[in-house]
């Protein structure tokens, strides 16, 4: 097992009615100035935003408000978020929606304790500093309630980078499944798969021996098997909605991927598709990963074939190990569009046409040198072929 | 599931050599002058704290030193440290030892801030505020690490209780598995115990549907089964004791236990044990867990047989599956066996004519009315019913 630091300091508030608690926390964590950042209406509509205003105003916070968020974050609304912070001098920064509003939220962030571009973090530049961001959560999905990381989109080029660092975990992050009930049942799995994705980036180490890792990954991947259809099936089953919701956090915050190397190959190839046709990520994934994993099984048969075996139930062949990793790759699959993701580029809104294009942004673009790499290293002509499976 | 707030703002330092980042750590979490607490010899003879005094001294912090900390800590020492404290104005805890010296630094780090008797706060008074703890670990067992707990004995009655509270969860654990190498095989497999029975004790609850949390357990089992007994054929393996080290601080920081209620049956059952007989809490906890199992089981055979089927691979028996269940207790009693743990009253050390001082210490004393009670609640009768099954 190779040396790590791990430190989640996050507040993790679970529950019926929790948000309720926001001012509690906006107070505990020291804000007194708060942005309420949020995506679009179905905050609104639903009564959470005054919720959480109401419990602000009951602690006696003053805030300012910013929505618009979109999926897929952009760079223009987090200047926007940067100067109205400078402007009202904000202190506290409040996401009340998904990953893509905590994204734009912990952007914004770390961009007004910051004298130069904020996108230079999502350059590779470590985020040191950050005003403190607080979450309530309206999606199970992204993990980025518990996470120092962080992805938004540049409009100049439609670059999709990522960006990272202690500063910007979530003091406080409020998880009410009960919110996750009104979602409609593609973004339900579109949230499923993500999580499942995030887990199966950290099961495909180069390292040995994590077999603690690989078991807390197999039993977080066997809940979400579980309790995956039932939430399809029935968007009010408020236990499964819960238990998805914890498995979504415990995937991303890292307990389970710690004293090895991870993957996110499959992220980084999707990423560009995402930002191409502003497809749900979630979707991407579906479409995206058995197409690569069935690409880098070689790399390790062994490790595919665990996981067949463990959490898709596959009996294992002990001749021929390939099969049983096939197997898996197909399990999982299957798994996806049965819950109703798409399978292929034409679902998803893809265009074979699109391949160089995709390719060379993944591979070159904003700073790559002709690659990308993970559990295994992919350059140009990989990655047109893994696109092409997609097709 | 049940609402819940979990926290573990921990900062976990893994891996080899770590202990020589102490001094960066204690820096960091705001300590200016310490107290090093710790046991007997065998910190001093590994030269372990001379390492730890040397990271101290090259960030230029004083400190002052406390050793004789025993298995099951006693408040005498406690007393004695919160005086040192005191006097030498520390303001930081440094535990260099296992769960019995952290345990014993969480008392001091509580009583120095604290006008009343320390003791208090093992009689049920919430620790609300203390001196920041660190610790150095060199034995995988108690969990303390990770943990907002600590039990002391007190000398008078031998009563060993629990105190709680988010103030003295550390502030930074440094694990190094190495560090645990050079422990007797019967200590490792004492610990081994130890982190299994903070696992069932949080698998058997009285909640439905936290499934995600069920994986969690499943799977830290499963390390424990796999990587226990290579531990104990080989110390020198340091994979396994990195698996085991960080199973058992996850096994204790709750990221595996919430959302439902707990048992902690077997620990009151065991504490009275350990308490009159200085026995090693994980030897009395393998002659305590099989007898309480066993006697729980028909509270909710199910919970039972998902174990055996799920850790232990025991066939399910549809028609009669309070045979899996007991299936299962049976295979956890032959494990802890076959790792060298005592299996009755005669290997621990324990009488069976001190059954009634036992149980009447268990069921009365220090505040408790006639009962315990976790997954069931157990009264005189069923304790003394229970410690007889362990003769």
Same mark, same amino acid.
């Given at each position: 097992m190779e040396n790590f630091v791990y430190y989640s300091p996050t507040c993790f508030v679970f529950?019926?009615? $929790?948000?309720?608690d926001t001012g509690k926390y906006v107070k505990r964590f020291g804000g007194s100035k708060v942005l309420i950042h949020y995506g679009g209406g179905s905050v609104v509509r639903s009564g959470l935003l005054d919720r959480v205003k109401k419990s602000l105003n009951d602690c006696g916070i003053p805030f300012v408000e910013l929505g618009g968020v979109k999926p897929n974050p952009r760079s223009g609304l987090v200047y926007e978020g940067i100067d109205l912070c400078k402007k009202e001098n904000v202190d506290f920064i409040l996401a009340v929606g998904g990953g893509s509003v905590i994204d734009s939220s912990k952007a914004i962030a770390a961009g007004v304790v910051y004298d130069g571009d904020f996108w230079d973090f999502y350059q590779g530049k470590r985020i040191e500093e950050a005003l403190p961001v607080g979450t309530i959560l309206t999606i199970a999905a992204a993990g980025s309630e518990g996470s120092p990381d962080s992805v938004i989109t540049k409009e100049e080029g439609m670059f999709k980078r990522g960006a990272s660092g202690d500063a910007i975990r979530p003091k406080f992050s409020i998880l009410n499944?009960?919110?996750?009930? $009104?979602?409609p049942a593609f973004q339900s799995a579109a949230g499923i798969t993500d999580i499942m994705a995030h887990l199966y980036e950290r099961y495909l180490t180069n390292s040995e021996e994590v077999e603690v890792t690989d078991r807390l990954i197999e039993g977080l991947l066997l809940t979400m098997v579980h309790e995956g259809p039932r939430v399809i099936e029935d968007p009010n089953n408020y236990e499964a909605r819960a238990n998805i919701m914890w498995a979504g956090t415990m995937a991303h915050n890292n307990s389970c991927g710690v004293g090895r190397t991870q993957d996110w190959n499959s992220h980084s190839i999707e990423h560009e598709l995402s930002a191409l046709y502003d497809c749900a990520h979630g979707a991407g994934l579906a479409v995206t990963m058995p197409a690569v994993f069935t690409y880098e099984m070689s790399h390790n048969v062994m490790r595919f074939a665990k996981a067949a075996v463990r959490v898709w139930g596959c009996q294992m062949d002990f001749e021929h190990p390939e099969v049983t990793a096939k197997a898996g790759i197909e399990a999982l699959r299957n798994f996806l569009i049965s819950i109703g993701m798409p399978k292929n580029f034409e679902e998803l809104g893809a265009k074979e046409e699109d391949i160089p294009k995709l390719v060379d942004v993944l591979c070159n673009g904003d700073g790559r040198t002709g690659s990308i790499s993970g559990f295994t290293t992919l350059n140009e002509d990989d990655c047109t072929k893994i696109y092409k499976m997609m097709v």
């Open positions: 529950g019926k009615d $929790t948000e309720r499944p009960a919110l996750t009930q $009104t979602l």
